[in-house]
T-cell receptor, first 115, second 113 residues
Framework: GAVVSQHPSWVICKSGTSVKIECRSL??????MFWYRQFPKQSLMLMAT?????????EQGVEKDKFLINHASLTLSTLTVTSAHPEDSSFYIC???????????FGPGTRLTVL | EDQVTQSPEALRLQEGESSSLNCSYT??????LFWYRQDPGKGPEFLFT???AGEEKEKERLKATLTKKESFLHITAPKPEDSATYLC??????????????FGQGTRLTINP
């Protein structure tokens, strides 16, 4: 199956700072990528759809100015959590559709802890 | 609104004790139903995609089935290494947003040796 990587795998930051998370498709191109957030013992909640060369589409209730998404190439999407606060602490996971566009492959996730 | 409900929330089995996990869904225009396995602190690992009622897929001790309203993940003679959270997700029609997945809350499966 296709491989999706994320970097970093975990990050700890102080309240008020910004954190950037990278999502890469390693062996295929992805014009679309998805960003999810998962709180402890809860399921994945879609935050936004990242589109290569155009603006991201955000789900209802997700602040676009707080969660900045940039999909600059066919293999890289980045999520920047701006002015992070403790309530932003969560597990952030990205995914990308496979070549048939009827599968989705997930990255290993990034654990964000905001102190 | 697309909805996915999984049951039970948690399930403990003895090694070798077969069982089934349920995923009920409400979606307008099902494009696919996905099963994933997620280990603690890791991203979901793809297991199956089912597209139409009556379809079945198997992988080792796992078998997924689909009806018009629900899907089952059957686990036959499970081993401790099958312990994980199993997630069900649906992909709705293009009108609802192509390729977007709506996830259920998952079933935490524990297999005791």
């Amino acid at each position: 199956g296709a491989v999706v990587s994320q970097h970093p795998s975990w990050v700890i930051c102080k309240s008020g700072t910004s954190v950037k998370i990278e999502c890469r498709s390693l062996d295929f191109q992805a014009t679309t990528m998805f960003w999810y957030r998962q709180f402890p013992k809860q399921s994945l909640m879609l935050m936004a759809t990242s589109n290569e060369g155009s603006k991201a589409t955000y789900e209802q209730g997700v602040e676009k100015d707080k969660f900045l998404i940039n999909h600059a190439s066919l293999t890289l999407s980045t999520l920047t959590v701006t002015s992070a606060h403790p309530e932003d602490s969560s597990f952030y996971i990205c995914s990308a559709p496979g070549t048939t566009r009827r599968e989705q492959f997930f990255g290993p996730g990034t654990r964000l802890t905001v102190l | 609104e697309d909805q996915v409900t999984q049951s039970p929330e948690a399930l403990r089995l003895q090694e070798g004790e077969s069982s089934s996990l349920n995923c009920s869904y409400t979606v307008s225009g099902l494009r696919g139903l996905f099963w994933y396995r997620q280990d603690p602190g890791k991203g979901p690992e793809f297991l199956f995609t089912l597209y139409s009622a009556g379809e079945e897929k198997e992988k080792e001790r796992l078998k997924a089935t689909l009806t018009k309203k629900e899907s089952f993940l059957h686990i036959t003679a499970p081993k401790p290494e099958d312990s994980a959270t199993y997630l069900c997700a649906v992909q709705a029609s293009v009108i609802q947003g192509a390729q977007k997945l709506v996830f259920g809350q998952g079933t935490r499966l524990t297999i005791n040796p």
